[in-house]
């Protein structure tokens, strides 16, 4: 019964968003226990602190999820980006290497980048970040740093590592350097 729940919600997860989702049927098959401990991941990295700071947590989640995947992993987070309001110009400039034109996003998409290759330049950021939306905003980029490389990672690490892949923003495809 568990198993049928859980195929249900990855079937719809791929319908909607057009999205890949056979490592999630093999994992429901090989532990139920194991799909469910995967479906509380959105939890932790989900957490986006006050309704201001949505802007730079989805800069820090991309930032992340680019460094660990420029594929399926990347056009999800674009995806979901774009039908909770995020403007597609701003989120290309990130993904194309152009955070200072993105504005709260691109600072956001700085943050995780510093943190994530443990560049000093964080701290400042960091500072920008908490100054201008708030300590629970950096929270949340700081979350949002750490684990937009888990799916990519786990996906490679159960075989269905994709290679990089142009990737849509809102009708603008753009093929990224790898």
Request: charged residues 25%.
């Amino acid at each position: 019964m568990i198993r049928a729940f859980l195929h249900s919600f990855a079937r719809k997860m791929s319908r909607r968003y057009n999205y890949d989702t056979t490592y999630m049927h093999e994992i429901i098959e090989a532990s139920p226990g194991a799909a469910i401990a995967l479906g509380r991941l959105p939890g932790f990295y989900k957490y986006r602190g006050p309704k201001a700071g949505i802007t730079v947590w989805i800069g820090a989640l991309l930032a992340s999820t680019l460094e660990g995947d420029c594929g399926p992993c990347a056009q999800l987070v674009v995806d979901m980006a774009l039908e909770k309001g995020a403007d597609a110009g701003v989120l290309q400039a990130c993904a194309e290497g152009r955070p200072e034109d993105a504005g709260a996003m691109g600072l956001g998409f700085r943050y995780a980048r510093a943190a994530i290759s443990g560049d000093l330049d964080v701290d400042a950021l960091a500072r920008e970040i908490e100054g201008e939306f708030g300590r629970k905003a950096l929270i949340s980029c700081a979350y949002a740093a750490a684990s937009g490389r888990i799916y990519p990672v786990i996906k490679r690490g159960l075989g269905h590592g994709k290679a990089c892949q142009r990737l849509d923003f809102a009708g603008k495809t753009v093929k990224l350097a790898a």
